[in-house]
Each structure stands twice: as structure tokens, then as C-alpha cells.
């Protein structure tokens, strides 16, 4: 055998591992919309069950993800009240010292430092008692009003196919570059066993 011989068969291996792991790649996602070929209908895999895997996301999110018990747990974790509290004790301040004497003017002639004071501070109890009740309360009416497992399937079973071929393309680049090149390999590894088998054959 000549050199062309066993040169030509392992080139012909090796890119047929490529293109095969190229057009594999490829029909993940083209074609976007459905094609008729030959009575067949020919469409890329994610966009063809694309209704489907937003279902099942949707559903994942809504079990695993997104837990309105834990939300609500953490909403109604006092630590968050102190976060606020620096703010909330400033409006009230402001509240008793200037919206009060324009209201009520005469009442707020009668009252001092210490009694805006005991007043600010007594607010702030109040409110510290009743933040956790308030935030349980608003997460049951937001769980009721608002369904995740809905809103994110709609919103994955919207999104654009070319956008999700993009993305996918950008953050997975190197890894499609080496699945390719991989392909390459295996294809020239077998265009190697294919000439030593006939060699063997032949000889």
C-alpha cells in the first residue's frame, strides 16, 4: 500500500468523528422550526420538547428551588427587622418631631423629648412584635397569588430558541471545541484499526 493509501482512509476517519460530533451538536437546536423531509418531520431536539422541559423545570423550581416555607421563614426572621430598624426609627422620629406638630399642632406643643422618645421606643416594639406576623401573612396571600411552577414554565417554554443556541454556544465553547476534537480522535483511532485489520488481512 502506498502512503495515500493509508493517509487518505485516516483522514476520511477523522473527520467523519468530527462532523458526526459536529452535526450532533448541531441538531440540538436546528432547525428551529419543524421541517417536512421525505414524510419526516425533522426539528432540533431542544426546541421540538422545549414545552416539555420548561414543564418539568417548572416543576423542580416550584418542589426544590423555590420553597415558600422557607421564604416565609426567612422573611419573618427578626434579624431582618434590625436591618430595617435604623430606617423605620428615623421616619418615626420624623413622624412625632415634624408631620405631628403640622397636624396637631397644639398636641405636639405638648410634647417633649422624653415623651417622643417613649413614644419612638414603644412604635418600635410594636413593630418588632408584629413584623414576623405581617411578613407570614403577606407570603401565604403572594403563594396564593402567585404560581411558580406557571410563571417559570411560561417563561422557559417563551424563551428564544436562537438566544438559548446562543448562550449555550458562548458558555460551552471550549467544551464543544474539545468534544469535536475528541470525536476527531476516536475517528482516526478506528481509521487506524481498520488499516492494521486489513493489513493484517491482506498480508
Known amino acids: 500500500m502506498t502512503a495515500l493509501q493509508y493517509i487518505l482512509p485516516l483522514v476520511i476517519s477523522a473527520f467523519t468523528g468530527w462532523i458526526v460530533i459536529r452535526l450532533s451538536i ?3 437546536f436546528r432547525p428551529h422550526k419543524p421541517l417536512t423531509v421525505a414524510g419526516f418531520k425533522i426539528q432540533g431536539i431542544i426546541p421540538a420538547n422545549q414545552q416539555q422541559v420548561a414543564e418539568k423545570i417548572g416543576k423542580l423550581v416550584s418542589a426544590e428551588m423555590f420553597s415558600m416555607n422557607t421564604l416565609q421563614q426567612k422573611a419573618a426572621d427578626p434579624e431582618n427587622f434590625n ?4 430606617e423605620i426609627e428615623m421616619h418615626i422620629d420624623q413622624f412625632l418631631r415634624v408631620r405631628l406638630k403640622d397636624t396637631f399642632p397644639m398636641l405636639s406643643m405638648l410634647m417633649g423629648d422624653k415623651t417622643i422618645n417613649q413614644l ?6 410594636e413593630l418588632e412584635n408584629l413584623f414576623p406576623v405581617l411578613m407570614k401573612n403577606y407570603i401565604t396571600t403572594l403563594e396564593k397569588d402567585l404560581d411558580i411552577e ?5 417563561k422557559i417554554a417563551g424563551f428564544p430558541v436562537h438566544k438559548m443556541e446562543e448562550l449555550f454556544y458562548i458558555s460551552a465553547k471550549k467544551q464543544l471545541c474539545k468534544a469535536q476534537l475528541a470525536g476527531a480522535l476516536i ?3 478506528m ?5 492494521l485489520i486489513n493489513t493484517q488481512l491482506y498480508s
Open 150 to 154: 406557571k410563571t417559570v414554565t411560561q
Open 83 to 86: 436591618k430595617l430598624k435604623p
Open 26 to 28: 448541531t441538531f440540538l
Open 191 to 195: 481509521g487506524l484499526i481498520h488499516i
Open 187 to 189: 475517528g482516526l483511532l
Open 120 to 125: 419612638k421606643t414603644a412604635f418600635l416594639l
